[in-house]
Protein backbone atom coordinates (compact mmCIF):
# COMPACT_ATOMS: atom_id res chain seq x y z
CA UNK A 1 0.00 0.00 0.00
CA UNK A 2 1.18 3.77 0.22
CA UNK A 3 4.01 5.19 1.93
CA UNK A 4 2.73 6.17 5.38
CA UNK A 5 2.35 10.18 5.44
CA UNK A 6 4.80 12.07 6.92
CA UNK A 7 3.70 14.13 9.96
CA UNK A 8 0.94 17.07 8.78
CA UNK A 9 1.99 20.13 10.01
CA UNK A 10 -0.06 21.59 13.26
CA UNK A 11 0.60 25.30 12.42
CA UNK A 12 0.56 26.96 9.07
CA UNK A 13 4.03 27.05 7.61
CA UNK A 14 5.66 27.76 10.91
CA UNK A 15 5.57 23.78 11.25
CA UNK A 16 8.31 23.11 8.34
CA UNK A 17 11.33 20.82 10.45
CA UNK A 18 14.39 23.24 10.29
CA UNK A 19 16.59 21.10 8.10
CA UNK A 20 13.42 21.02 5.83
CA UNK A 21 12.95 24.82 5.61
CA UNK A 22 17.04 25.17 4.80
CA UNK A 23 17.38 22.62 1.99
CA UNK A 24 16.13 23.68 -1.23
CA UNK A 25 12.72 22.08 -2.38
CA UNK A 26 12.54 20.37 -5.72
CA UNK A 27 9.70 22.97 -6.76
CA UNK A 28 8.16 25.93 -5.32
CA UNK A 29 4.93 27.31 -6.92
CA UNK A 30 3.93 31.44 -6.43
CA UNK A 31 2.92 34.07 -8.04
CA UNK A 32 -0.83 33.80 -7.73
CA UNK A 33 -3.49 33.03 -5.10
CA UNK A 34 -3.12 29.51 -3.70
CA UNK A 35 -6.20 27.99 -2.07
CA UNK A 36 -5.52 25.20 0.28
CA UNK A 37 -8.96 23.90 1.45
CA UNK A 38 -7.94 24.03 4.79
CA UNK A 39 -10.21 25.91 6.50
CA UNK A 40 -7.47 27.38 9.40
CA UNK A 41 -5.39 28.58 6.73
CA UNK A 42 -7.56 28.80 3.49
CA UNK A 43 -4.96 30.64 1.16
CA UNK A 44 -1.14 31.19 0.66
CA UNK A 45 1.07 32.54 -1.42
CA UNK A 46 3.67 29.67 -2.10
CA UNK A 47 4.00 26.07 -1.65
CA UNK A 48 7.14 24.35 -1.75
CA UNK A 49 7.68 20.28 -2.81
CA UNK A 50 10.27 17.71 -1.90
CA UNK A 51 10.31 14.71 -2.62
CA UNK A 52 7.08 14.03 -3.90
CA UNK A 53 5.28 15.83 -0.47
CA UNK A 54 4.64 19.09 0.48
CA UNK A 55 7.41 21.05 2.62
CA UNK A 56 6.02 24.47 3.01
CA UNK A 57 2.99 26.60 2.32
CA UNK A 58 3.29 30.49 3.33
CA UNK A 59 4.57 33.32 1.96
CA UNK A 60 6.56 34.34 -0.85
CA UNK A 61 9.33 36.04 1.32
CA UNK A 62 9.99 32.55 3.58
CA UNK A 63 9.59 30.58 0.04
CA UNK A 64 12.74 32.25 -1.01
CA UNK A 65 15.18 30.74 0.70
CA UNK A 66 13.93 27.11 -0.57
CA UNK A 67 15.10 27.89 -4.13
CA UNK A 68 18.23 26.53 -5.43
CA UNK A 69 19.98 25.97 -7.91
CA UNK A 70 18.36 22.59 -8.88
CA UNK A 71 14.79 23.94 -7.92
CA UNK A 72 12.04 24.38 -10.29
CA UNK A 73 10.84 27.75 -10.17
CA UNK A 74 7.07 27.82 -11.52
CA UNK A 75 5.05 31.77 -11.41
CA UNK A 76 1.95 30.94 -11.78
CA UNK A 77 1.42 34.61 -13.57
CA UNK A 78 -1.46 35.65 -11.77
CA UNK A 79 -3.51 31.43 -11.98
CA UNK A 80 -4.85 30.35 -8.88
CA UNK A 81 -3.55 26.89 -7.26
CA UNK A 82 -5.72 24.45 -5.83
CA UNK A 83 -5.07 21.07 -4.05
CA UNK A 84 -5.03 18.71 -6.83
CA UNK A 85 -8.94 17.86 -8.07
CA UNK A 86 -10.10 14.37 -8.37
CA UNK A 87 -12.97 13.27 -10.38
CA UNK A 88 -14.97 10.64 -7.86
CA UNK A 89 -16.73 9.29 -10.95
CA UNK A 90 -15.65 8.88 -14.09
CA UNK A 91 -14.92 5.39 -16.83
CA UNK A 92 -11.80 5.95 -17.68
CA UNK A 93 -11.44 3.48 -19.95
CA UNK A 94 -14.19 4.54 -22.04
CA UNK A 95 -12.93 8.45 -21.71
CA UNK A 96 -9.95 7.00 -23.92
CA UNK A 97 -12.15 5.24 -26.26
CA UNK A 98 -14.27 8.68 -26.75
CA UNK A 99 -11.07 10.06 -28.26
CA UNK A 100 -10.53 6.89 -30.65
CA UNK A 101 -13.69 5.31 -31.64
CA UNK A 102 -16.82 7.56 -33.57
CA UNK A 103 -17.75 10.41 -31.38
CA UNK A 104 -21.37 11.94 -31.59
CA UNK A 105 -21.05 14.08 -28.45
CA UNK A 106 -22.69 17.68 -28.99
CA UNK A 107 -24.72 15.93 -32.09
CA UNK A 108 -27.82 18.89 -32.24
CA UNK A 109 -30.48 16.14 -34.05
CA UNK A 110 -30.83 13.12 -35.33
CA UNK A 111 -30.20 14.22 -38.69
CA UNK A 112 -26.53 15.51 -37.46
CA UNK A 113 -26.16 11.66 -35.82
CA UNK A 114 -26.73 10.48 -39.39
CA UNK A 115 -24.65 12.99 -41.68
CA UNK A 116 -21.88 12.02 -38.93
CA UNK A 117 -22.03 8.56 -39.47
CA UNK A 118 -22.03 9.12 -43.37
CA UNK A 119 -18.63 11.18 -42.98
CA UNK A 120 -17.45 8.65 -40.70
CA UNK A 121 -18.06 5.48 -42.98
CA UNK A 122 -16.35 7.66 -46.32
CA UNK A 123 -13.39 8.57 -43.93
CA UNK A 124 -12.31 5.05 -42.40
CA UNK A 125 -14.29 2.33 -44.82
CA UNK A 126 -14.94 -0.06 -41.82
CA UNK A 127 -15.48 -3.58 -42.37
CA UNK A 128 -16.76 -4.81 -39.79
CA UNK A 129 -19.29 -3.47 -37.17
CA UNK A 130 -19.07 0.28 -36.36
CA UNK A 131 -19.55 1.24 -32.73
CA UNK A 132 -19.80 4.91 -31.33
CA UNK A 133 -21.75 7.09 -28.73
CA UNK A 134 -21.98 10.07 -26.92
CA UNK A 135 -25.65 10.90 -28.81
CA UNK A 136 -28.07 12.56 -26.60
CA UNK A 137 -31.57 13.63 -27.50
CA UNK A 138 -32.33 16.53 -25.00
CA UNK A 139 -33.16 19.39 -27.22
CA UNK A 140 -32.86 17.94 -30.44
CA UNK A 141 -35.57 19.03 -33.13
CA UNK A 142 -37.13 15.76 -33.60
CA UNK A 143 -37.72 15.40 -29.81
CA UNK A 144 -36.90 11.73 -29.66
CA UNK A 145 -34.65 9.13 -29.17
CA UNK A 146 -32.12 8.09 -32.10
CA UNK A 147 -33.82 5.03 -34.40
CA UNK A 148 -32.95 2.83 -36.48
CA UNK A 149 -34.15 4.47 -39.18
CA UNK A 150 -31.60 6.88 -38.73
CA UNK A 151 -28.78 4.92 -39.17
CA UNK A 152 -30.50 2.75 -41.99
CA UNK A 153 -30.23 5.91 -44.27
CA UNK A 154 -26.66 5.83 -44.54
CA UNK A 155 -25.82 1.91 -43.37
CA UNK A 156 -28.29 -0.51 -45.12
CA UNK A 157 -26.07 -3.53 -44.05
CA UNK A 158 -23.45 -2.73 -41.66
CA UNK A 159 -24.07 -3.25 -37.82
CA UNK A 160 -24.10 -0.07 -36.37
CA UNK A 161 -23.83 0.44 -32.46
CA UNK A 162 -24.33 3.56 -31.17
CA UNK A 163 -24.83 4.05 -27.58
CA UNK A 164 -26.97 6.94 -25.85
CA UNK A 165 -24.42 9.28 -23.76
CA UNK A 166 -25.77 7.81 -20.57
CA UNK A 167 -24.50 4.43 -21.23
CA UNK A 168 -27.24 2.80 -20.13
CA UNK A 169 -29.07 2.70 -23.54
CA UNK A 170 -27.93 2.11 -27.38
CA UNK A 171 -29.69 2.30 -30.83
CA UNK A 172 -28.62 -0.13 -33.33
CA UNK A 173 -29.53 -0.23 -37.21
CA UNK A 174 -31.42 -3.17 -38.70
CA UNK A 175 -28.61 -4.98 -39.95
CA UNK A 176 -27.44 -5.22 -36.41
CA UNK A 177 -30.85 -6.25 -35.19
CA UNK A 178 -30.30 -8.82 -37.59
CA UNK A 179 -27.33 -9.62 -36.71
CA UNK A 180 -28.18 -10.72 -33.06
CA UNK A 181 -30.85 -12.33 -33.75
CA UNK A 182 -33.51 -9.52 -32.71
CA UNK A 183 -37.06 -9.18 -34.19
CA UNK A 184 -40.35 -8.15 -32.32
CA UNK A 185 -40.78 -11.25 -30.39
CA UNK A 186 -37.24 -11.64 -28.72
CA UNK A 187 -37.92 -10.59 -24.95
CA UNK A 188 -36.59 -8.44 -22.76
CA UNK A 189 -33.88 -9.64 -20.84
CA UNK A 190 -34.62 -8.70 -17.00
CA UNK A 191 -33.21 -5.41 -16.07
CA UNK A 192 -34.01 -4.50 -19.60
CA UNK A 193 -36.11 -2.90 -22.22
CA UNK A 194 -36.48 -3.28 -25.70
CA UNK A 195 -38.57 -0.44 -27.22
CA UNK A 196 -41.35 -0.04 -29.84
CA UNK A 197 -42.72 2.29 -31.87
CA UNK A 198 -46.45 3.04 -31.32
CA UNK A 199 -46.78 0.16 -34.32
CA UNK A 200 -45.27 -2.22 -32.63
CA UNK A 201 -41.86 -2.27 -34.63
CA UNK A 202 -38.43 -2.04 -32.99
CA UNK A 203 -36.86 1.07 -33.19
CA UNK A 204 -33.76 0.22 -32.51
CA UNK A 205 -33.08 1.17 -29.34
CA UNK A 206 -32.20 -1.15 -26.13
CA UNK A 207 -31.87 -0.27 -22.48
CA UNK A 208 -29.84 -1.31 -19.68
CA UNK A 209 -29.32 -5.25 -19.64
CA UNK A 210 -31.03 -5.54 -23.47
CA UNK A 211 -27.51 -3.74 -24.68
CA UNK A 212 -25.73 -7.20 -23.84
CA UNK A 213 -28.16 -8.46 -26.53
CA UNK A 214 -26.04 -6.88 -29.03
CA UNK A 215 -22.21 -7.17 -27.18
CA UNK A 216 -21.51 -10.38 -29.22
CA UNK A 217 -21.57 -8.12 -32.52
CA UNK A 218 -18.70 -5.79 -30.81
CA UNK A 219 -15.31 -7.99 -30.36
CA UNK A 220 -13.30 -7.76 -27.49
CA UNK A 221 -10.46 -4.99 -27.23
CA UNK A 222 -7.04 -6.10 -27.91
CA UNK A 223 -4.63 -5.69 -25.06
CA UNK A 224 -2.78 -2.61 -27.40
CA UNK A 225 -6.54 -1.13 -28.34
CA UNK A 226 -6.80 -1.07 -23.89
CA UNK A 227 -3.50 0.36 -23.89
CA UNK A 228 -4.08 2.99 -26.66
CA UNK A 229 -7.28 3.86 -24.79
CA UNK A 230 -6.04 4.80 -21.45
CA UNK A 231 -3.01 6.64 -22.73
CA UNK A 232 -5.44 8.61 -24.38
CA UNK A 233 -7.57 9.25 -21.22
CA UNK A 234 -4.56 9.90 -18.79
CA UNK A 235 -3.70 12.72 -21.75
CA UNK A 236 -7.23 14.14 -21.61
CA UNK A 237 -7.68 14.01 -17.54
CA UNK A 238 -4.67 15.45 -17.20
CA UNK A 239 -4.89 18.47 -19.66
CA UNK A 240 -8.42 19.03 -18.23
CA UNK A 241 -6.36 19.56 -14.41
CA UNK A 242 -7.76 16.39 -12.64
CA UNK A 243 -4.36 15.12 -10.76
CA UNK A 244 -7.03 11.81 -9.93
CA UNK A 245 -9.26 9.92 -11.00
CA UNK A 246 -12.21 7.44 -8.88
CA UNK A 247 -12.48 4.98 -11.94
CA UNK A 248 -16.35 3.19 -11.65
CA UNK A 249 -16.67 -0.30 -13.02
CA UNK A 250 -13.31 -1.48 -13.92
CA UNK A 251 -12.80 -4.80 -15.34
CA UNK A 252 -10.70 -7.27 -13.52
CA UNK A 253 -8.69 -7.56 -16.44
CA UNK A 254 -7.28 -3.75 -16.53
CA UNK A 255 -6.59 -3.90 -12.88
CA UNK A 256 -2.82 -5.68 -13.97
CA UNK A 257 -2.86 -3.50 -16.88
CA UNK A 258 -3.29 -0.61 -15.09
CA UNK A 259 -0.76 -2.08 -12.39
CA UNK A 260 1.47 -2.74 -15.64
CA UNK A 261 1.74 0.65 -16.77
CA UNK A 262 2.65 1.95 -13.86
CA UNK A 263 5.24 0.22 -13.36
CA UNK A 264 6.38 1.59 -16.52
CA UNK A 265 5.82 4.98 -15.76
CA UNK A 266 2.75 5.31 -18.02
CA UNK A 267 0.31 6.52 -15.18
CA UNK A 268 0.36 10.22 -14.60
CA UNK A 269 -3.00 10.48 -13.42
CA UNK A 270 -3.43 8.99 -9.32
CA UNK A 271 -6.20 5.79 -10.11
CA UNK A 272 -8.85 4.53 -7.66
CA UNK A 273 -10.59 1.86 -9.08
CA UNK A 274 -14.05 0.19 -8.17
CA UNK A 275 -13.95 -3.01 -10.23
CA UNK A 276 -16.95 -4.09 -11.66
CA UNK A 277 -19.23 -6.33 -8.94
CA UNK A 278 -19.77 -9.63 -11.09
CA UNK A 279 -15.67 -9.77 -11.53
CA UNK A 280 -14.49 -9.21 -7.87
CA UNK A 281 -14.40 -12.76 -7.02
CA UNK A 282 -10.54 -12.03 -6.66
CA UNK A 283 -10.51 -8.74 -4.95
CA UNK A 284 -12.29 -10.21 -1.99
CA UNK A 285 -10.24 -13.11 -1.79
CA UNK A 286 -7.37 -10.69 -1.85
CA UNK A 287 -8.32 -7.70 -0.34
CA UNK A 288 -7.29 -4.30 -1.27
CA UNK A 289 -4.56 -3.53 -3.26
CA UNK A 290 -2.13 -1.05 -4.93
CA UNK A 291 1.10 -0.52 -6.57
CA UNK A 292 4.19 0.33 -4.54
CA UNK A 293 3.77 3.88 -5.39
CA UNK A 294 0.30 3.77 -4.68
CA UNK A 295 -0.92 5.82 -8.06
CA UNK A 296 -3.35 2.39 -8.90
CA UNK A 297 -5.10 1.38 -5.78
CA UNK A 298 -8.14 -1.19 -6.23
CA UNK A 299 -10.16 -1.25 -3.28
CA UNK A 300 -13.96 -1.15 -4.41
CA UNK A 301 -16.40 -2.77 -6.54
CA UNK A 302 -19.46 -1.09 -8.22
CA UNK A 303 -23.05 -2.12 -8.25
CA UNK A 304 -26.43 -1.52 -10.15
CA UNK A 305 -29.17 -0.74 -8.77
CA UNK A 306 -31.31 1.09 -11.71
CA UNK A 307 -30.76 3.11 -14.65
CA UNK A 308 -30.79 6.54 -16.21
CA UNK A 309 -33.64 9.02 -15.91
CA UNK A 310 -32.88 10.26 -19.39
CA UNK A 311 -33.90 6.55 -20.35
CA UNK A 312 -36.54 6.02 -18.01
CA UNK A 313 -34.44 3.29 -16.82
CA UNK A 314 -34.37 5.13 -12.73
CA UNK A 315 -36.51 3.35 -10.85
CA UNK A 316 -39.40 5.62 -9.73
CA UNK A 317 -42.15 5.46 -6.46
CA UNK A 318 -44.53 7.08 -8.87
CA UNK A 319 -44.73 6.31 -12.39
CA UNK A 320 -42.63 8.86 -14.67
CA UNK A 321 -44.66 12.02 -15.26
CA UNK A 322 -43.90 12.19 -19.10
CA UNK A 323 -44.70 8.05 -19.83
CA UNK A 324 -47.32 7.28 -17.06
CA UNK A 325 -47.10 3.81 -17.53
CA UNK A 326 -42.73 3.19 -16.70
CA UNK A 327 -41.49 3.39 -13.28
CA UNK A 328 -38.04 2.35 -14.61
CA UNK A 329 -35.92 -0.62 -14.37
CA UNK A 330 -33.93 -2.59 -11.06
CA UNK A 331 -30.93 -3.59 -13.08
CA UNK A 332 -29.80 -6.19 -10.58
CA UNK A 333 -31.21 -8.24 -8.40
CA UNK A 334 -31.65 -7.63 -5.06
CA UNK A 335 -30.32 -11.37 -3.83
CA UNK A 336 -27.56 -10.67 -5.79
CA UNK A 337 -26.71 -7.31 -4.15
CA UNK A 338 -27.08 -8.81 -0.71
CA UNK A 339 -24.72 -11.59 -1.64
CA UNK A 340 -21.64 -9.24 -2.89
CA UNK A 341 -22.58 -6.40 0.03
CA UNK A 342 -21.96 -9.47 2.77
CA UNK A 343 -18.65 -10.09 0.95
CA UNK A 344 -17.19 -6.55 0.15
CA UNK A 345 -18.12 -5.49 4.15
CA UNK A 346 -16.84 -9.58 5.16
CA UNK A 347 -13.16 -8.42 3.10
CA UNK A 348 -12.71 -4.43 3.78
CA UNK A 349 -14.09 -3.94 -0.26
CA UNK A 350 -15.80 -0.70 -0.11
CA UNK A 351 -19.16 -0.42 -2.72
CA UNK A 352 -20.20 2.03 -4.71
CA UNK A 353 -23.95 1.25 -5.91
CA UNK A 354 -25.04 2.99 -9.23
CA UNK A 355 -28.57 4.43 -7.92
CA UNK A 356 -30.81 7.15 -9.80
CA UNK A 357 -34.13 7.11 -8.83
CA UNK A 358 -35.93 7.85 -5.42
CA UNK A 359 -36.89 3.93 -5.45
CA UNK A 360 -33.32 3.17 -6.79
CA UNK A 361 -31.25 4.84 -4.15
CA UNK A 362 -34.09 4.03 -1.17
CA UNK A 363 -33.87 0.47 -2.26
CA UNK A 364 -29.74 0.72 -2.20
CA UNK A 365 -30.18 2.45 1.39
CA UNK A 366 -32.61 -0.38 2.45
CA UNK A 367 -29.41 -2.65 1.49
CA UNK A 368 -26.91 -1.23 2.58
CA UNK A 369 -28.74 -0.96 6.37
CA UNK A 370 -29.61 -4.52 6.19
CA UNK A 371 -25.47 -5.08 5.81
CA UNK A 372 -24.49 -3.12 8.45
CA UNK A 373 -26.75 -4.82 10.66
CA UNK A 374 -24.70 -7.75 11.05
CA UNK A 375 -21.79 -6.02 12.29
CA UNK A 376 -22.35 -2.28 12.70
CA UNK A 377 -19.02 -1.33 13.69
CA UNK A 378 -17.88 -2.19 10.33
CA UNK A 379 -20.55 -0.22 8.31
CA UNK A 380 -19.54 2.55 10.46
CA UNK A 381 -15.91 2.53 9.50
CA UNK A 382 -16.77 1.00 5.38
CA UNK A 383 -17.68 4.60 3.56
CA UNK A 384 -19.93 2.56 1.13
CA UNK A 385 -20.96 5.25 -1.52
CA UNK A 386 -24.34 5.36 -3.30
CA UNK A 387 -23.37 6.93 -7.03
CA UNK A 388 -25.41 9.89 -8.70
CA UNK A 389 -28.08 9.81 -6.03
CA UNK A 390 -30.22 11.89 -8.22
CA UNK A 391 -33.58 11.71 -7.19
CA UNK A 392 -34.06 11.21 -3.63
CA UNK A 393 -37.32 11.23 -1.44
CA UNK A 394 -36.73 14.35 1.21
CA UNK A 395 -37.34 11.83 3.96
CA UNK A 396 -34.17 9.53 2.90
CA UNK A 397 -31.52 12.83 2.57
CA UNK A 398 -31.38 12.20 6.68
CA UNK A 399 -30.18 8.46 6.14
CA UNK A 400 -26.74 9.49 3.83
CA UNK A 401 -25.43 10.82 7.34
CA UNK A 402 -26.88 8.40 9.75
CA UNK A 403 -26.22 4.94 7.87
CA UNK A 404 -22.25 6.64 7.08
CA UNK A 405 -23.00 6.60 3.38
CA UNK A 406 -21.31 8.76 1.06
CA UNK A 407 -23.23 10.91 -1.64
CA UNK A 408 -20.78 10.85 -4.84
CA UNK A 409 -22.89 13.22 -7.06
CA UNK A 410 -21.83 15.00 -10.62
CA UNK A 411 -22.75 18.33 -10.90
CA UNK A 412 -22.90 18.84 -13.99
CA UNK A 413 -25.86 16.07 -14.16
CA UNK A 414 -28.16 18.62 -13.39
CA UNK A 415 -27.55 20.91 -15.50
CA UNK A 416 -27.34 18.85 -18.53
CA UNK A 417 -31.10 17.33 -16.87
CA UNK A 418 -32.42 20.59 -16.68
CA UNK A 419 -33.77 20.14 -19.93
CA UNK A 420 -35.75 17.00 -19.45
CA UNK A 421 -35.91 15.96 -15.81
CA UNK A 422 -39.00 18.50 -15.26
CA UNK A 423 -40.98 16.27 -17.74
CA UNK A 424 -39.51 12.70 -16.11
CA UNK A 425 -40.33 13.88 -12.77
CA UNK A 426 -42.95 16.51 -12.31
CA UNK A 427 -42.33 19.91 -9.87
CA UNK A 428 -43.17 18.13 -6.88
CA UNK A 429 -40.41 15.43 -7.58
CA UNK A 430 -37.82 18.20 -8.37
CA UNK A 431 -37.74 19.01 -4.48
CA UNK A 432 -35.37 16.08 -3.92
CA UNK A 433 -33.36 16.14 -7.49
CA UNK A 434 -29.91 17.12 -7.37
CA UNK A 435 -30.40 18.19 -3.42
CA UNK A 436 -26.72 18.80 -2.83
CA UNK A 437 -27.04 21.36 -0.41
CA UNK A 438 -29.51 19.40 1.94
CA UNK A 439 -27.47 16.48 1.86
CA UNK A 440 -24.67 18.81 3.39
CA UNK A 441 -26.65 20.65 5.33
CA UNK A 442 -27.86 16.54 6.79
CA UNK A 443 -24.42 15.66 7.78
CA UNK A 444 -23.51 13.68 4.65
CA UNK A 445 -20.08 13.75 2.89
CA UNK A 446 -20.77 14.85 -0.67
CA UNK A 447 -18.04 14.33 -3.32
CA UNK A 448 -17.72 15.65 -6.93
CA UNK A 449 -17.22 14.12 -10.34
CA UNK A 450 -18.18 14.04 -13.72
CA UNK A 451 -19.48 10.81 -15.32
CA UNK A 452 -17.46 11.61 -18.15
CA UNK A 453 -17.30 9.73 -20.73
CA UNK A 454 -21.41 10.89 -20.42
CA UNK A 455 -20.72 14.41 -19.62
CA UNK A 456 -17.66 16.00 -20.90
CA UNK A 457 -15.60 15.35 -17.86
CA UNK A 458 -14.00 19.23 -16.97
CA UNK A 459 -13.27 19.80 -13.74
CA UNK A 460 -14.61 23.91 -14.24
CA UNK A 461 -17.81 22.76 -16.01
CA UNK A 462 -18.31 20.35 -12.80
CA UNK A 463 -17.33 23.55 -10.00
CA UNK A 464 -19.31 25.93 -12.18
CA UNK A 465 -22.82 23.36 -12.00
CA UNK A 466 -22.40 22.95 -8.06
CA UNK A 467 -22.34 26.95 -7.64
CA UNK A 468 -24.41 27.90 -10.20
CA UNK A 469 -26.94 25.65 -10.48
CA UNK A 470 -27.59 26.99 -14.03
CA UNK A 471 -26.65 25.39 -17.92
CA UNK A 472 -24.28 26.84 -19.53
CA UNK A 473 -25.72 29.64 -20.95
CA UNK A 474 -26.74 30.72 -17.47
CA UNK A 475 -30.22 29.97 -17.18
CA UNK A 476 -32.67 28.21 -14.38
CA UNK A 477 -35.67 28.66 -13.04
CA UNK A 478 -37.05 28.61 -9.31
CA UNK A 479 -38.75 25.01 -10.56
CA UNK A 480 -34.51 23.59 -10.03
CA UNK A 481 -34.42 24.71 -6.52
CA UNK A 482 -30.88 27.11 -6.59
CA UNK A 483 -30.99 26.72 -3.10
CA UNK A 484 -29.02 23.47 -3.60
CA UNK A 485 -26.35 25.74 -5.27
CA UNK A 486 -23.08 25.18 -2.89
CA UNK A 487 -20.95 28.23 -1.93
CA UNK A 488 -17.56 28.61 -3.46
CA UNK A 489 -15.65 26.65 -0.76
CA UNK A 490 -18.41 23.93 -0.47
CA UNK A 491 -17.80 23.12 -4.31
CA UNK A 492 -13.92 22.56 -3.66
CA UNK A 493 -14.09 20.28 -1.11
CA UNK A 494 -16.20 18.25 -3.54
CA UNK A 495 -13.09 17.79 -5.49
CA UNK A 496 -10.26 17.88 -3.23
CA UNK A 497 -10.55 16.89 0.70
CA UNK A 498 -14.04 15.09 0.39
CA UNK A 499 -13.11 13.17 -2.86
CA UNK A 500 -9.95 11.80 -0.94
CA UNK A 501 -12.47 10.82 2.14
CA UNK A 502 -14.12 8.77 -0.06
CA UNK A 503 -11.01 6.68 -0.94
CA UNK A 504 -9.08 6.58 2.25
CA UNK A 505 -6.37 9.23 1.69
CA UNK A 506 -7.27 11.96 3.61
CA UNK A 507 -4.06 12.10 5.52
CA UNK A 508 -2.47 12.08 1.99
CA UNK A 509 -4.80 13.87 -0.21
CA UNK A 510 -7.23 16.62 -0.48
CA UNK A 511 -5.51 19.48 0.93
CA UNK A 512 -2.23 21.66 0.30
CA UNK A 513 -0.88 21.01 4.12
CA UNK A 514 2.95 20.17 4.82
CA UNK A 515 3.86 16.65 4.67
CA UNK A 516 0.62 15.75 2.00
CA UNK A 517 1.68 14.30 -1.40
CA UNK A 518 2.14 17.25 -3.93
CA UNK A 519 -1.00 16.89 -6.18
CA UNK A 520 -2.33 20.22 -7.35
CA UNK A 521 -4.23 22.01 -9.66
CA UNK A 522 -3.80 25.27 -11.29
CA UNK A 523 -6.55 26.89 -13.53
CA UNK A 524 -6.54 30.13 -15.01
CA UNK A 525 -9.55 31.31 -13.66
CA UNK A 526 -9.82 31.88 -9.83
CA UNK A 527 -12.50 29.84 -8.74
CA UNK A 528 -13.06 31.49 -5.43
CA UNK A 529 -13.69 34.83 -6.97
CA UNK A 530 -14.29 34.97 -10.39
CA UNK A 531 -17.86 35.90 -12.17
CA UNK A 532 -20.14 32.41 -12.33
CA UNK A 533 -20.09 33.12 -16.49
CA UNK A 534 -16.09 33.13 -15.98
CA UNK A 535 -15.80 29.80 -14.39
CA UNK A 536 -16.50 27.39 -17.81
CA UNK A 537 -14.59 29.64 -19.74
CA UNK A 538 -11.32 28.77 -17.72
CA UNK A 539 -8.88 26.15 -18.51
CA UNK A 540 -5.90 23.80 -16.54
CA UNK A 541 -2.30 26.28 -16.77
CA UNK A 542 -0.85 23.18 -14.29
CA UNK A 543 -1.33 19.83 -12.77
CA UNK A 544 0.83 18.47 -10.86
CA UNK A 545 1.26 14.71 -9.64
CA UNK A 546 3.39 13.78 -6.43
CA UNK A 547 5.54 16.48 -7.12
CA UNK A 548 5.94 15.85 -11.01
CA UNK A 549 4.42 18.27 -13.49
CA UNK A 550 2.30 16.20 -15.77
CA UNK A 551 0.39 19.51 -17.65
CA UNK A 552 1.57 22.78 -18.22
CA UNK A 553 0.28 25.43 -19.98
CA UNK A 554 0.89 28.89 -19.09
Known amino acids: MRTPALAIAATFALAVPASAAKAPADLVIWGGPIYTAVDAHPKAEAVAVTHGRIAFVGGKAAAQALVGPKTKLIDLKGAALFPGFTDSHAHLREIGERELTLNLEGSKSAAEVTQRLKAYIADHHPTGPIVGGGWIETGWPEGRFLDRADLDAVAPTTPVVLQRADGHALTVNSAALKAAGIDETT ?165 STHAIGDKGNATALDLYEETFKANPAAGKAARWRIEHAQILRPADIPRFAADHVIASMQPSHAIGDFHFAPARLGKERLKGAYAWQSLLQSGAVVVGGSDAPVERGAPLIEYYAAVARKDLKGYSDADWHPEERLSRAQALKLFTSSAAYARFAETDLGTIAVGKRADLSGFSVDLMTAPEAAIPKGHAVLTVVEGQVVYENR
Do not use: C
Open 187 to 351: PAPAGGQILKGADGKLTGMLVDNAMALVRPLQAAPTREQRLAAYRAAFRVETAYGWTGVHFMSVDWADVALLEQMDQAGETPLRVYNAVVGAQAGPLFAGGPRATPDGRITTRAIKLFMDGALGSRGAVLFAPYSDAPGLTGTFITDPAVMRSLMAKALASGIQV
